[in-house]
């Protein structure tokens, strides 16, 4: 008599432990896979603050358009603001795949519900805001960014390999736009070092709260949304921009800040962690100007909304005549 080996009945089909295994072998979650509660609801809402913040940060660096010194730079400005309002719409349909409403998602930043990079409630005062933001801000954003390339929700992860081209695109037109100030008059070196000593610990902030006190931090690393902590890539931003603060000829307004040999790394002074506070509920220099302006944009294109719905439907109803006829 042959012995016929008896197959394995086969397992049940487990959703979470396939979402744990595809989370472990650092593969990507798809939209139509399972996924906790939890995960679909902390992605919601960092992509839609991510959106927001990329919306509303066309808000400081718009204002320089019809002011930019030349048309030279008034067509690099205009790109670079229209990047970011396609930045802002990728990021939208990604939260979109998960089920998220658009309208719902700005409504909810218009009221205050959702959040938006502190970054942008600060005012520009002068073109070398618009240089020193390409450099820092957009600089913070790639630090940020090129890890979440590899985060573990696949349109997230897509969607950020594009806008991080566009990033460092905008990053050197920013360092460009300020070796040329520094290269002319007295007063434009002047604007460039104001505009670095405003701008350096607000663009520290962007990484978020120190780690022991950013509560969404370890979660979101276990699910590998994020790659690194907070303080990790706030660290890789300062090692980063030092030696191009070097070059460029500014001071970096920071009388800590030096390399430390045993470490591998610059050491640096804390920012004001109670100012981002302040700012990121509502109480920054500009929070309720960037409000009501998004908030007039919003209500002045419901037109353009309706409009673009019924176009939409009259297409589907004309397809559906051709299918029929
Ligand atoms: C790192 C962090 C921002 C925060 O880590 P998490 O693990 O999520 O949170 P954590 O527990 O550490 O914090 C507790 C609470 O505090 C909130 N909060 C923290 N920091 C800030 C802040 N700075 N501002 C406001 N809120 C902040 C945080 O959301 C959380 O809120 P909750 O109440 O729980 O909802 C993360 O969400 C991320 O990587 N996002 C994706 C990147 C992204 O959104 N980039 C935007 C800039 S895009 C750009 O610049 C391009 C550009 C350039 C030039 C011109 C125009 C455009």
């Known amino acids: 008599m042959v012995n016929t080996p008896t197959a394995a009945p086969p397992r049940p089909y ?3 432990a396939a979402f744990e295994n595809t989370i472990a072998r650092d593969q990507r979650i798809e939209p139509r896979d399972w996924m906790p509660d939890a995960y679909r609801a902390t992605l919601v809402r960092q992509i839609a603050q991510h959106a927001h913040s990329e919306i509303i ?3 400081p660096e718009g204002e320089w358009i019809t002011r930019a010194p030349s048309l030279r ?3 690099i400005l205009f790109a670079k603001v229209q990047d970011e309002a396609g930045h802002g719409l990728y990021l939208y349909s990604a939260a979109e795949t998960l089920g998220a409403d658009r309208t719902e998602l700005t409504e909810r930043l218009i009221d205050g519900g959702q959040k938006y990079s502190s970054i942008f409630n600060y005012p520009t005062r002068t073109f070398a805001d618009v240089g020193v933001i390409g450099w820092f801000v ?3 954003a790639i630090c940020n960014q090129v890890p979440l390339c590899r985060t573990s929700y696949g349109p997230y992860g897509r969607a ?4 991080c081209k566009e990033e460092s ?3 050197r037109q920013g360092y460009e736009l300020l070796l040329t100030m520094m290269r002319g008059t007295d007063e434009q070196r002047a604007m460039v070092q104001d505009a670095v000593d405003r701008w350096w610990w607000p663009s520290l902030m962007m990484f978020g709260p120190p780690d022991d006190d950013s509560p969404n931090s370890a979660r979101s690393m ?3 949304i994020k790659r690194h902590s907070n303080d990790q890539l706030r660290q890789r931003f300062v090692d980063m921009t030092v030696p191009q603060a070097e070059k460029l000829g500014v001071t970096l307004p920071d009388p800590d800040l030096r390399w430390n040999d045993g470490r591998g790394h610059h050491d640096f002074s804390a920012p004001d962690w109670e100012e981002l506070k302040r700012v990121v509920s509502g109480d920054g220099p500009c929070n309720a100007e960037r409000i009501a302006r998004r908030r007039a944009a919003h209500e002045e294109g419901a037109w353009v909304r309706r409009a673009a719905a019924a176009h939409a439907d009259k297409r589907k109803a004309r397809l559906r005549e051709g299918a029929a006829a």
Not at 160 to 163: D, P
């Open 57 to 59: 940060g066309m808000q």
């Open 138 to 140: 957009d600089g913070a």
């Open 169 to 171: 695109f905008h990053q």
């Open 160 to 163: 950020m390999v594009r806008v």
């Open 222 to 224: 276990a699910w590998r």
């Open 14 to 16: 487990d959703p979470e």
């Open 73 to 75: 730079r008034k067509a």
